[in-house]
């Protein structure tokens, strides 16, 4: 653990080295969870030796006899003299996986150009090859072809339900408040359950235990305020934070068109450490409204609360580490707009769960129990046509196992398995998973892996596709009797790290069963009917790492296909076939995101450039008045007609390329006077202006764009 | 091996060069046309045939690039042609411009429409792109009843395979403004099984309160007085389909509902007759047919 923050370390090296036997060498790497286990040592005096990059190598002597089980637990001290190194050389991330997971470190989001003084986890996520976002407003993320609401997003443990801000750079998660988040494109393991894409799981960073810290910083798009301290005994910490977006305001000084977009996130968190014992406990609050469509006259808001808490205990001599979360989230969002009532959804969830991580030797078991209560309530007139208002609950329990199973220095595989129980809604649910690797040099730096995986989702989010900005979301059950959504992955990759540049290729390949879309209409109205869709995304992620001195560079490219096939009376009539497939709206076909930074003297630059090829959308072909005979015939002398736009067929058209560079570059400054530091920086979004669409409203035959070319400047001052 | 290395190297560089030319190509492709060229629908015609009156109107729109309608004056030829017959006349064009905001083309003729005999109208633009549509007037029917069955409202319809409208018309005055408007409610959705069992016999339900009671919601502050009632009454020819069904999805779909040849809209043949909302009993103290009346619209 991190002695300051007793924030647990992953990928720290533990290895023992017989004293009188230099050659009888073993070692291991910590877990996520800071747990790392050596097994099947012989009698004798050793060298333990704790190493992590940044902090203050540990060593100690250990004498083991025969039968012996230890348990040795340590912090770490930060290495101050090393930070300046640590950030440019921090070993690349971006590209190595392991298990499937890919671990988001600060270094990562550091170097993705944000405006605003430190990265954001959003930011860095959409530099990712595979995900997708539609724009720089609207907080939506698809990944592999999932929608949003098909990602799980953790905070330490708490499902958040609507986890990023209206204004596309940023999230709650700014870079000074997160140690680390573990992502899964896809194929996460039984750990995970309820939903079908992907997971994100971000550990928010302790408070200091010993020193009393603040931060303020400010751009021309958020403020942030953090503060940390400890609490009486060198146990205990707390760390608040608040941002406060101002984009709406200076927008109208230097952005053209005004922004109509505000957000916040306000956040506290306490932590408790010993040996055996680590406990935490957070409350959050986020709130967002805007225009999504500035010229629209309809409001979009939302806001997330979590509360919650999580304890891992290690009694000492045991071999089972124990964790338990217990939590409480809620998101509500509405939208209004001068046709009709407002449209509210809220869902509340109360969950609890408790884990074991357990060695056998070389073997691994992760297994627990989760018990999850779900509360809807949602007033929707007059959005979709078969949905009204209606309040109900949803309870779940179940539980999840899985084995880490090493065969030989090369091989392991780790089958695990997800039981489900929804009673009286839905049938039991299994959900087997399985992944294998293959190391053929028996380390890391060269890895073939493949897994497969049943993914179900009994809670769905429904939003409108057909319009890019809407993000209204409505969580209901399943709108359709015993359909849970469900999707099977399949993922194949190799991974490759030869010295300074690493790089890896995935392939993957999603089976989609049951997914809730409006169906498709040539009607310009809000309100829609439900339908049912089945369907599969396929494609690859290729990622190449060169990290060298003070330089670092990454480049990923994404290829992906997603099709839905779906029955609607509507197509029947269009195409004589009820049944047809399509290409939903967030189908990017190619995707390209280069991130740079070099340290140059005392001045880090970093760049970011991104493309992707056009989303669908329905195209038209012409404009006319429709007159119609349903309530008589009509008199074409007294009857105006009702403007129409004549579609072609749903989903053909592609929307222009997408593509913007961003740059920033900082500095640190010693404010010796006051015993703080300052960051500056100075950057630029979309640095060539391209007009890049946000959307495009075939009704009106009016397009939206994204942000213009913004100049920013960014200050931070940190104690 | 450094000959390797160099091969290599300059590969690597070769393969840079064209990943980078591509990128560069793809994020050049500024075009960006969102519309799909209109090769399949020229115009958009409206309306119905009845052999009934004098002088027909049809609407037509030349399908367009633009969300909002022009003033301009459309420049298309339309002509109707007697198939049958081979007689054939060229429509005149009127511009419809009810308030400042909405303008609009009709089409119309005095051409002597037939029943049983088919119609063929035809736009053309001066590229020589044209829409067409072929209209077959139905035969002509008995004139409906008026009746009351049950203490239901009813009219009675024969000898038609066809309804394309049943209207109860109204024509009445305020009490504040001493303003005359007519209304029109359709009740051709109010269709009934026949009591009698007769295969060619249609019967629909009016519901007069109903309609009163819509007509008294535009005039939530005064009193009006109904000046006449009518009872109208439209066949549709074979191109008819059951409209009154279909929602406004299937409507708004080009081809939803369309009997226009490279073009959207929908065309149809109709006998129509009004009568008097009142009725009509014979000697032997049954319902019968009421004279006809000129429509009040």
Redesign the interface.
């Known amino acids: 653990m991190d002695y300051s923050t007793s924030q647990t370390l992953e990928g720290a090296n533990v290895t023992i080295q017989d004293i009188n036997n230099p050659n009888r060498f073993k070692g291991n790497a910590t877990d996520k969870n800071g747990f790392y286990q050596i097994g099947t040592i012989r009698p004798g005096t050793y060298e333990l030796k704790v190493s992590f990059l940044g902090f203050i190598t540990h060593i100690d002597t250990l004498t083991f006899s025969l039968g012996d089980t230890k348990t040795f637990s340590l912090d770490l001290k930060q290495d101050e003299s090393e930070l300046g190194v640590v950030v440019v050389e921090q070993p690349a991330g971006a590209v190595l996986r392991e298990e499937g997971r890919q671990r988001v470190s600060l270094v990562d989001l550091s170097r993705v150009p944000t405006p605003v003084a430190g990265g954001d986890l959003v930011s860095y996520l959409q530099t990712l090859p595979g995900v997708v976002s539609l724009g720089s407003r609207g907080g939506q993320i698809f990944i592999r072809g999932g929608s949003p609401s098909e990602n799980m997003v953790l905070v330490d443990g708490i499902l958040i339900y609507k986890p990023f801000h209206i204004v596309g750079f940023f999230s709650p998660f700014p870079q000074d408040l997160i140690a680390n988040a573990d992502f899964y494109a896809g194929g996460f393991s039984s750990y995970y359950s309820g939903r079908i894409s992907s997971v994100l799981d971000i550990n928010m960073r302790n408070g200091n235990k010993f020193d009393y810290k603040a931060s303020a910083s400010i751009s021309p798009f958020v403020a942030d305020f953090i503060a940390e301290g400890p609490f009486g005994t060198e146990t205990a910490s707390w760390i608040i934070s608040m941002r406060k977006s101002l984009i709406q305001t200076t927008s109208k000084a230097f952005i053209e068109p005004e922004q109509p977009l505000k957000f916040e996130s306000n956040y506290a968190k306490v932590s408790f450490n010993t040996n055996d014992v680590q406990c935490s406990s957070l409350v959050m609050h986020t709130y967002d409204r805007g225009k999504l469509d500035f010229e629209k006259d309809e409001t979009i808001r939302w806001g997330n609360i979590l509360v919650g808490g999580q304890c891992q205990v290690l009694p000492e001599d045991s071999r089972i580490l124990l964790e338990t979360n217990v939590n409480f989230s809620q998101m509500w969002n509405n939208s209004r707009n001068e046709d009709q009532k407002d449209s509210f959804s809220r869902v509340s969830r109360f969950y609890m769960d408790i884990n074991m991580t357990q060695y056998r030797d070389e073997i691994r078991f992760v297994y627990g129990a989760f018990l999850n209560t779900r509360y809807m309530n949602y007033d929707i007139r007059g959005r979709f046509q078969n949905l009204d208002t209606e309040r109900y609950g949803l309870f779940t329990m179940g539980g999840h196992f899985e084995v880490s199973l090493p065969i030989g220095e090369k091989i392991s595989f780790k089958p695990g398995i997800v039981f489900t129980l929804l009673p009286g809604i839905y049938d039991p649910s299994y959900e087997p998973r399985i992944r294998a690797t293959y190391q053929p040099l028996g380390n890391k730096n060269q890895e073939l892996s493949a897994s497969y995986g049943i993914y179900r989702q009994p809670l769905v989010g429904i939003s409108d596709m057909r319009d890019a900005s809407s993000v209204f979301v409505i969580w209901m059950r399943a709108p359709f009797d015993g359909a849970m959504m469900e999707s099977t992955h399949y993922l194949l990759s190799w991974q490759q790290a030869i010295g300074n540049f690493n790089w890896s290729v995935e392939g993957y390949y999603k089976d989609l069963k049951n997914i809730s879309i409006p169906t498709w209409t040539t009607v310009a109205r809000v309100s829609t009917e439900l339908t049912l869709a089945n369907g599969e995304t396929y494609g690859a992620d290729l990622r190449f790492e060169y990290s060298k001195g003070r330089f670092y560079g990454v480049v990923g490219y994404g290829y992906s296909i997603t099709t839905y096939e779906s029955a609607q009376d509507n197509f029947g009539f269009w195409f004589d076939e009820p049944v047809q497939s399509f290409n939903p709206p967030h189908d990017r076909r190619h995707q390209v995101n280069t991130t740079g930074s070099y340290q140059w003297g005392d001045y880090l630059i970093g760049a970011r450039w991104q493309l992707g090829t056009g989303l669908p959308f329905t195209q038209p072909i012409g404009f006319d008045e429709v007159l119609f005979f349903d309530n008589g015939l009509p008199d074409v002398r007294e009857t105006v007609g009702t403007r129409r736009v004549i579609l072609d067929k749903p989903y053909k058209g592609r929307l222009p390329v997408y593509h913007r560079l961003d740059a920033s570059i900082e500095r640190d400054y010693e404010l010796q006077n006051f015993g703080a530091d300052l960051n500056v920086k100075i950057g630029v979004i979309n640095s060539y202006d391209r007009a890049n669409l946000f959307f495009y409203d075939v009704f009106t035959n009016r397009r939206s764009d994204q942000l213009p070319f913004v100049p920013y400047i960014a200050f931070k001052v940190q104690t | 091996m450094n000959r390797h290395l160099i091969i290599s190297n300059n590969r690597l560089a070769l393969l840079s060069a064209l990943i980078i030319t591509l990128?560069v190509a793809?994020?050049c492709?500024?075009?960006?046309e969102?519309?799909?060229e209109?090769t399949?629908?020229f115009f958009?015609m409206?309306?119905?045939l009845d052999a009934t009156v004098d002088t027909q109107?049809?609407?037509l729109?030349?399908?367009?690039?633009?969300?909002d309608?022009k003033p301009d004056q459309i420049e298309a030829v339309v002509t109707i042609r007697n198939i049958d017959s081979g007689e054939e006349a060229q429509m005149n064009d009127s511009l419809?411009n009810?308030n400042p905001l909405?303008v609009?083309w009709?089409y119309w003729t005095t051409m002597d429409i037939e029943p049983e005999e088919t119609y063929e109208i035809t736009a053309v633009r001066p590229d020589g792109q044209s829409s067409s549509t072929i209209v077959t007037i139905p035969p002509d029917f008995p004139t409906p009843i008026y009746a009351v069955l049950n203490g239901d409202e009813i009219i009675v319809v024969r000898g038609v395979d066809n309804v394309?409208?049943?209207?109860a018309i109204y024509w009445i005055r305020d009490s504040f403004f001493n303003r005359e408007y007519i209304f029109?409610f359709?009740h051709?959705s109010d269709s009934l099984q026949s009591p009698f069992g007769f295969e060619d016999e249609l019967l629909f339900r009016l519901n007069g309160n109903r309609d009163l009671e819509l007509i008294a919601r535009k005039f939530p502050d005064t009193e009006f007085l109904v000046l006449q009632r009518q009872l109208f009454v439209?066949s549709a020819g074979p191109q008819w389909i059951n409209?009154?069904?279909?929602d406004?999805?299937?409507?708004?779909?080009?081809?939803?509902?369309s009997n226009i040849n490279d073009g959207?809209?929908?065309m149809?043949g109709?006998i129509t007759k009004t009568i008097p909302w009142a009725a009509c009993i014979s000697e032997e103290g049954s319902f019968k047919a009421c004279e006809l009346e000129k429509r009040i619209?």
Not at chain 2, 29 to 32: A, H, R, W
Not at chain 2, 248 to 257: F, H, P, Q, R, S
């Open positions: 990128l793809i994020s492709d500024e075009s960006f969102p519309r799909e209109n399949e629908y958009s409206y309306g119905y109107w049809i609407r729109v030349p399908v367009r690039e633009e969300f309608p419809f009810p909405v609009y009709n394309a409208d049943v209207q029109t359709s051709i439209a409209l009154y069904e279909l406004e999805d299937i409507y708004t779909l080009a081809d939803g509902v959207v809209g929908f149809l109709t619209r």
